[in-house]
């Protein structure tokens, strides 16, 4: 789907690069080291794919200054190969976002506040005295309900809901009688949010995502949850309500995290864990049962459970 | 949010509370213990909090005649104070649901009935034969397949999808194919669907959720499930098909329950458990790993390996 | 919700079935053998539903000819009941999908080619370059991105999101830098993909769903995956991106797969299972804690935390 093509030269001046090899050697897309071709541009920064360099096809490579004698072909050298690589993405093929602007199907409450400068899908809709910043992306049918705060390059995938009340119920003689959700949701700038995920409104207070916070798919945040800057978080996660989250921590995939929960700042929690208990030291934190097959881990099922009688 | 003023006087009035303090004290807004000021009312029914109410700067708090002695200010005394804080909020802040009638750009099928109180919002599709009945809110981009009967009050938020097929397939040499599923899907009155949750349609019975329950976001239930009166289900949890879930039942956040399985009334499942049998007795039901920093589970899961051999 | 009605000689050359009993007798609609009335068809494969022959009061059922003796009323022989089952439900119930053509209200890029004999529901949108194949059928509020090629009787449900960025960030300086997906999905004939499900686009190359698989609602599948022919995954289940998985597998419901795999043909993945390793054996595969009473719970995850330190 490239329609761009740039010389080695023209790469290396953009990406403020250094360059070996031949200046007006051609790129029109990019690859990697696996399946690259002449003409594409991949790059290297993982020790454990070493073994492609001497048999990998790319047309140029891009590479750390210190790592220049493993590659003999046509080479860009950048402290941050991958930096470098996602920017000569961006150089190379073209993007398909909304156009500029609201779509003329997409609903915006005449109290809400869109910058000049956002792009509002298709079939969005957006509730009273809600405000997008600038520079903001609102991909087709996502919905932000009153009260929601987007600061700016917020990026919103299709199906995402933002506002929707939390689960809060007080209970009455067996019924549950609805508390109204009346506080609001604030996203940082240059978050990203994942297709069909869902952020509730607060309670009383807000719900917070921090600057640079990157959610993928199919994530729900409940009400009053707060996200500290940079932290990211893999698909399937649920947060539940009130619970705080430090910065720069990875989420992932599938973990689940109680509520009124408090987890400092860098922690890794592996994918399908679920924690349950606030957590005071960085760090990785995992909980998962290890997967075997059917029949050993049936056995070893039953003696955990003969164990607890014992 | 708020934009409304109540006094004291008039909040116990509407509350049916009895009040201590100044009757015409102006209440503006609501608030935690922890973070209310002056003009805001609060409620004090947990005692874990009880620490708070010595420092507390809200201006009134809502308790139980019981606990009139433990706070000095102006006070709301009410045996439900949660319940009662709910009215509050209720009469504080205004409502943002969608208005009354058919949004312009909802579709609803010609053989379809909606209630002339209910609240159809943008881009709602509603199919054929499907009943929405009085005061329903359908919040925007819901999704009503044809067959699905929602009895009154029943409040659905954004992007939640209500009768999309069951997943039901015959395997015919190393192929599936499919079953049409012509069940319907019934839902009680008072119940609320979270936004992104799915409830399929039955395959050839219908999928239903009784009276008063609450779905939070992001749930899956499958075709032909039967969740019970007043259960509330918490978010990403999954019902795999033709399981009947009693009444008075607490599902925890990603909690996940296997297909043809029946839970008595009044059983409550810990957030991240896997059922995977009946569950005939009342009380509460956990099975996930313990969390621990990621060597501590490694040497833990490794031990557990070593065990299964020996 | 049956319209039509067949008699058992129509029915059993339609489904070119032999038959036993009264040739005009009406079958009206379906059901199952607990539940079925005169008038109505089921089917009889699975030999735990064995006693309900005596007692059921079905008008028809379909059965195996070696299982012919099994039952004394009008019966249908057919070498795979549930196939035939399937066929006679196609034949009473109508079908309740989109209309053949593209909804008014659906958004079609200039650049999109969508084939005449497919149906696009309302509120579909479908970006650049992107493909859908004969008789595909998009529900409401389907999501297709640009570059998503479909090949023919694709049904996918609604809510669900083809198409949107994989979660590709290259960390620098403590931040995550967005390195931009150019890659697409294809999506092979005759998969079904369920409510609110989202399959990202690729990085680099495309993501791929082979014939014949089989999603149920809120699956996330990462970019760069690749799912083998006719396997079927159940709700709520997550594959992180650039895992492959084989063909004919069956994943059940929210089972989590870590990125980077690769899962063998013909491999069981039970519910709720985290797997992180490679799989190279076929056979059923299992990780899951056993659920137990809360108390019992706490006490076997006590005696596991304190095994670590022994």
């Known amino acids: 789907m490239s329609v761009k093509s740039l010389t080695l030269a023209e790469l290396a001046s953009a990406l403020n690069a250094d360059w070996q090899g031949e200046g007006a050697y051609a790129v029109h897309s990019a690859a990697s080291l696996?399946?690259?071709?002449?003409?594409q541009i991949g790059f290297y920064a993982d020790k454990k794919l070493k073994p492609q360099l001497s048999t990998t096809q790319l047309g140029v490579?891009?590479?750390?200054?210190?790592?220049?004698?493993?590659?003999?072909?046509?080479?860009?050298?950048?402290?941050?190969?991958?930096?470098?690589?996602?920017?000569?993405?961006?150089?190379?093929?073209?993007?398909h976002l909304p156009a500029i602007g609201i779509h003329p199907t997409?609903?915006?409450?005449?109290?809400?506040?869109?910058?000049?400068?956002?792009?509002?899908?298709?079939?969005v809709c957006i509730g009273a005295?809600?405000?997008?910043?600038?520079?903001?992306?609102?991909?087709?049918?996502?919905?932000?309900?009153?009260g929601v705060k987007l600061a700016e390059r917020v990026q919103i995938h299709s199906g995402a809901v933002l506002g929707a009340d939390g689960f809060g119920y007080a209970p009455v003689q067996g019924?549950?009688?609805?508390?109204?959700?009346?506080?609001?949701?604030?996203?940082?700038?240059?978050?990203?949010?994942?297709?069909?995920?869902?952020?509730?409104?607060?309670?009383?207070?807000?719900?917070?995502?921090?600057?640079?916070?990157?959610?993928?798919?199919?994530?729900?945040?409940?009400?009053?949850?707060?996200?500290g800057e940079h932290t990211a978080i893999a698909g399937c996660v649920g947060i539940a309500g009130s619970t705080q989250i430090g910065a720069h921590c990875m989420i992932g995939g599938a973990a689940m995290i109680a509520g009124h929960l408090r987890i400092c700042d860098q922690v890794i929690i592996?994918?399908?864990?679920?924690?349950?208990s606030h957590i005071t030291e960085p760090g990785q934190y995992t909980g998962v049962f290890p997967t075997l097959p059917h029949r050993a881990w049936a056995k070893l099922a039953g003696q955990l459970r003969h164990q607890i009688k014992s």
Chains 1, 2, 3 share one sequence.
Not at 34 to 39: D, E, K, N, R, V
Not at 270 to 275: C, E, I, P, Q, W
């Open 34 to 39: 696996a399946h690259g071709q002449a003409g």
């Open 61 to 95: 490579l891009i590479l750390k200054p210190a790592d220049e004698a493993l590659f003999t072909g046509n080479k860009l050298l950048h402290p941050q190969p991958q930096q470098a690589f996602a920017h000569a993405l961006a150089l190379l093929y073209p993007t």
């Open 106 to 123: 997409a609903l915006v409450d005449p109290t809400a506040t869109v910058h000049a400068t956002a792009r509002i899908g298709a079939y």
């Open 129 to 146: 005295n809600s405000v997008v910043g600038a520079d903001c992306v609102l991909h087709p049918r996502v919905t932000i309900y009153h």
């Open 175 to 227: 019924q549950w009688i609805k508390v109204p959700q009346v506080g609001g949701v604030r996203i940082g700038a240059d978050v990203e949010i994942g297709a069909n995920t869902t952020i509730d409104r607060g309670a009383l207070d807000d719900t917070v995502l921090g600057q640079g916070v990157k959610l993928d798919n199919q994530i729900q945040i409940g009400h009053n949850c707060v996200i």
């Open 270 to 276: 592996s994918g399908g864990t679920l924690v349950a």
